[in-house]
Structures are given as structure tokens and as C-alpha cells.
């Protein structure tokens, strides 16, 4: 996976009841065993928000927590032609620089070309 953040790392830190809007551009690449790319997604969260995070444990770390969705925009290979949705549910360190990342790809398989060896891999 590969992203672009637009947000203002620099900015004061949103809260939970006045959050900072953000959003990604996205690629992730499936490869196959062999090490071959099999396709590729590209999506992006188009409606997010991010807020200042306080660690108890660590006082001195800031961070920075993430949530948003986006739908997809478009595959290559076995996932040329996917639609569906990003969700997104992350938290960043910031120094030392840490990553919790949840990124989920909920892909529209009404025919099943995404499941376990129905695209052959």
C-alpha cells in the first residue's frame, strides 16, 4: 500500500468535537507468491477527520488519530473493473514516529471473482 495524506501536520490538533478534515489517495498492490503483481486498487478517503490523541502511558507522545471512507476508484489486472468502499481507522505516533493502521477494502463480489482462487490465485 502506498498513500498520499493531505493534512496539516503542523496545524493545531482537532478534538473529537471539532475534528480537522483530511484525505488519501490510495494504492494497494496484491502480488502473487511467485512475486508477480496480480492487480492493483486505487481508492482514497474523500471524507475524513482527525484528532489530537493523548497516550496515558507515554504523556510526552503526541498523536494523531484517523477515520474516513472513500470509494474505490478503480483496479487493474484481476481487480480491473472492482467498486466498493475504503474504511479507514488509524492512529499515528508522532514522535517517535508509531502507525496503528487499519485500512479496510470492502470490495462488491456479487460473482465471486475475489475469492480464494476464482481469479487463479
Given at each position: 500500500?502506498?498513500?498520499?495524506?493531505?493534512?496539516?501536520?503542523?496545524?493545531?490538533?482537532?478534538?473529537?468535537?471539532?475534528?480537522?478534515?483530511?484525505?488519501?489517495?490510495?494504492?494497494?498492490?496484491?502480488n502473487a507468491s511467485s512475486?508477480?503483481?496480480?492487480?492493483?486498487?486505487?481508492?482514497g478517503v474523500v471524507e475524513?477527520?482527525?484528532?489530537?490523541?493523548?497516550?496515558?502511558?507515554?504523556?510526552?507522545?503526541?498523536?494523531?488519530?484517523?477515520?474516513?471512507?472513500?470509494?474505490?476508484?478503480?483496479?487493474?489486472?484481476?481487480?480491473?473493473?472492482?467498486?466498493?468502499?475504503?474504511?479507514?481507522?488509524?492512529?499515528?505516533?508522532?514522535?517517535?514516529?508509531?502507525?496503528?493502521?487499519?485500512?479496510?477494502?470492502?470490495?462488491?463480489?456479487?460473482?465471486?471473482?475475489?475469492?480464494?482462487?476464482?481469479?487463479?490465485?
Amino acid at each position: 500500500m502506498s498513500a498520499i495524506v493531505f493534512f496539516d501536520l503542523g496545524a493545531p490538533p482537532g478534538t473529537a468535537e471539532a475534528p480537522v478534515p483530511f484525505t488519501t489517495q490510495e494504492l494497494y498492490t496484491f502480488n502473487a507468491s511467485s512475486g508477480e503483481t496480480v492487480g492493483t486498487i486505487s481508492c482514497g478517503v474523500v471524507e475524513g477527520i482527525s484528532f489530537g490523541l493523548k497516550f496515558p502511558q507515554a504523556p510526552g507522545q503526541p498523536g494523531v488519530r484517523f477515520a474516513g471512507f472513500g470509494p474505490i476508484q478503480g483496479g487493474t489486472g484481476v481487480f480491473a473493473g472492482a467498486q466498493g468502499i475504503l474504511t479507514v481507522n488509524s492512529l499515528i505516533g508522532i514522535s517517535p514516529h508509531t502507525l496503528s493502521l487499519m485500512h479496510c477494502l470492502h470490495l462488491v463480489d456479487p460473482d465471486h471473482r475475489y475469492r480464494l482462487g476464482a481469479g487463479g490465485f
